[in-house]
């Protein structure tokens, strides 16, 4: 699939061949018509608001991106700022003192800020009124095991899952919880028991998501404690499993890998969405997560959500919660429905009716324009390589697809060492595999920012070729 | 003050007469009118929207409050409700299988609903609209240690605490927080040492706040631990002293009282505005927490926010917010930004124009209110005690007035041990003394719900005498 994905929308070795197929082949046909619908033009975005967006890109991106010293002059404060907004000119000097800061920040990224245009284009249908009146009590739902879950927002979430068809939320609690984050430190502790002598292992299998280790030891819990990559683990007793599908870093599907007892599996499911992936089953495991940040773009509102099962879990989720912030911001609640409730009506009638409003569309064809351009960047270079993925039956889509994850695993193939570095030297900044657990040869790479800073990340890393 | 708190505003034996005391009389001659602008009649608010209000009465307060019946039915799931908003008749059966459950909930209380009528009379002045496309990013401000600060919240903080003098805002950075829970914890996590080899100790003189012991120790930290009432704290080495003033549970103004070296004060200014206290200085502590549940009554917002003045403490309170939740509700800080700047823009010009439609009037005469109705009960039982309030020369307002504080922390006199179980018999839902480090002979109401939940409240109290 390496080569190929730069070849277009067309090709890729399917498993299978049927009518269905030939559906795909239609929507195919239809990609022209839906780039231009959304001002994409050679696979590049066309910023109809030119000023203002350029002014938001030197603000928002710097984990995993190419346009660092945009941010890095930022953060002279608001007077630099303005004057980069003048200017508009990419300043190439400056670039140090914040290079720690960044690095800092950049731990959490993937700021999925490229689907900004698709809600843009939604224009009023997505936006939130809240009266200054609204919303002042701790409480949403006093009925509802989780008191502070607003009823709307729970109702667009299972709407949304019916709807694509990649988890059951028949017979599961709904805990929502300040972003996916917050929730998977909710489930370590209802998963941890509180009399335990000796703090629960948690496991991942490598590479794993670069935030785990930290998020799960920054305060010494006696409950639990990170306990490494989840391949090499073999220790008697309790132990917490995540398992990240489609994993992050790497893309891959992936299922639980530690076979012993004791053990309780958590997925974290934050890219299992159409426009990363095709959705093969509809899942159905006991503790799921799931983060409005990846789904729809939106993660400045900080929310996200579990499906649980086990009612005395959900509990003690919702008690964590409850001690680490009273609940979690009506507000962005609020908003989430809103967005959720838009996208599904964007892609409820998709099969018989026009595609190009659908979000789920829109964000797969651009993943896929994205790959290809990436791919044959990496091709061109000959000193790279990226993870290859066989394409599968989606049965939201109808079709074969192959994944086009959220970040792309970048290795540095020959004499280079240390990626990171290496890619820092041209401009380039990535966060290093070591994080992930993994060598340092490889870099994990952003794929969701801003078209800008994308195209000029494609273009230094085909410049280091020439 | 226990006694001549049920005789008006005009009374109370100040400490000091000037010209200014003559403008408090003037104001308090503009009470009947003020009552009248916002509806108020009789100290009780009149409801102009009957069946709504009743309707989120219902499915709102019940930590602290007297209306537990409503809730406790509504716990029957989204169908009982509707037949109790249709029947609005409080049910006085089916009292059972939430008691538990609203326990929970009750540690976390104090719900300012109170204030909704007057975010209803600012009609859109205080409405937040939020386009889909907006805010998607996790950073607001990268140029800013707290990069996910938004300018505007800071500043509309800074205006705020200049109005008010209430806190020192300069040379001090701004840390957002999920709530000052949240802020709480980061400032634990920011203060403790990471390579210590044990625990550093929490106090706090007692009775305090009853989340302090559960919200330190509830992960089993290494970093820090519960070290109980700071009044007979006497180790060796670091501790952390929170100082919470105006107090909860019992509304004092409080110094530091451990005076050991190696120790931390954390000064908990959330009821440290006009509508509770007498603002008696501008204050200038090194760590002060606040938050807009109880500045503004927007708890469903959940933000907060620290005035730090050690940058390095600062960043590390970012990092703890980074690794806890990834940042803060943008959405949230945007409305919270929205309602500052109305309240500002209702108060000040508050000594030159008419003083009506001042969030702080409004709020300090409703609590006046609601102290003289709660005093008036007490007196008359004879079986209950309330803490008394000297009153104090308030810069802010001008004038000297007594606290009114946002609980009330009620004694059962005579023969009753076990305040909380004996109210709860006749209706009445508080929290123990005990769970504030004091005797069971305490409990602490909450002074802040809806109307309707504090007038059955009151009609209760006196129920229990006659």
């Known amino acids: 699939m390496g080569k ?42 066309q910023n109809k608001v030119g000023a203002t967006v350029a002014q938001n890109s030197s603000r928002s991106c710097f984990s995993n991106c190419t346009v660092v010293e945009e941010i890095e002059n930022g953060g002279g404060g608001e007077k630099k700022r303005q004057e980069l907004a003048a200017d508009s000119v990419v300043n190439l000097d400056h670039l140090k003192h914040l290079i720690m800061f960044s690095n800092l920040k950049c731990e959490h990224s993937g700021d999925p800020t490229m689907f900004e245009p698709f809600w843009r284009k939604m224009g009023d249908r997505s936006t939130i009124v809240i009266p200054g009146w609204q919303s002042m009590s701790y409480f949403s739902d006093i009925g509802n095991l989780c008191w502070f879950l607003e009823p709307d927002f729970a109702k667009e979430i299972r709407r949304l899952h019916k709807l694509v068809g990649n988890a059951i939320t028949e017979d599961r609690y709904i805990v929502v919880g300040t972003g996916s984050t917050q929730l998977f430190q909710a489930v370590l502790y209802a998963l941890s028991p509180p009399d335990a002598t000796d703090p629960v292992d948690v496991v991942s299998a490598m ?7 930290s998020v799960t030891d920054y305060l010494k819990s006696g409950l639990y404690r990170w306990g490494g990559d989840a391949y090499t683990y073999n220790k008697e007793g309790a132990y917490i499993e995540l398992v990240t599908s489609p994993n992050n870093p790497d893309g891959h599907t992936r299922e639980s890998v530690v076979n012993l007892g004791g053990g309780t599996r958590v997925y974290d499911l934050a890219y299992y969405w ?9 899942v159905d495991h006991d503790l799921m997560l799931f983060t409005v940040s990846k789904s729809t773009g939106h993660a400045g509102t900080r929310i996200g959500w579990a499906l649980v099962k086990d009612k005395e879990v959900a509990k003690r989720m919702t008690k964590f ?6 609940g979690v911001s009506k507000d962005s609640q609020l908003r989430a429905a809103k967005i959720l409730r838009t996208l599904s009506d964007s892609c409820e009638h998709m099969v018989t009716s026009d595609h190009s409003e659908c979000f789920f569309e829109y964000g797969r064809l651009l993943m896929t324009r994205r790959w290809e351009q990436l791919r044959d960047a990496v091709r061109r270079s000959g000193m790279f390589s990226l993870p290859e993925f066989l394409p599968d039956f989606c049965k939201y889509t109808g079709v074969a697809t192959a994944p086009h994850p959220a970040f792309a695993w970048l290795k540095c193939e020959g004499e280079v060492q240390d990626c990171e570095s290496f890619l820092r030297s041209h401009k380039i900044l990535t966060r290093s595999g070591m994080h992930f657990g993994a060598d340092p040869k ?4 952003s794929m969701l920012d801003r078209n800008d800073t994308f195209k000029l990340f494609v273009e230094r890393l085909l410049s280091i070729n020439s």
């Open 274 to 282: 159409p426009q990363y992936t095709p959705i093969t089953s509809n």
């Open 4 to 45: 190929s994905s730069s070849k277009g929308l067309s090709e890729g070795g399917f498993k299978m061949f049927s009518l269905k197929n030939v559906l795909m082949l239609s929507i195919a046909l239809n990609v022209g018509l839906l780039l231009n619908h959304f001002g994409l033009k050679d696979g590049i975005l």
């Open 207 to 213: 590479p794993y998501y670069s935030s785990y280790p």
């Open 442 to 445: 490889y870099v994990r790479v």
């Open 321 to 326: 919660i409850e001690l680490n912030t009273i």
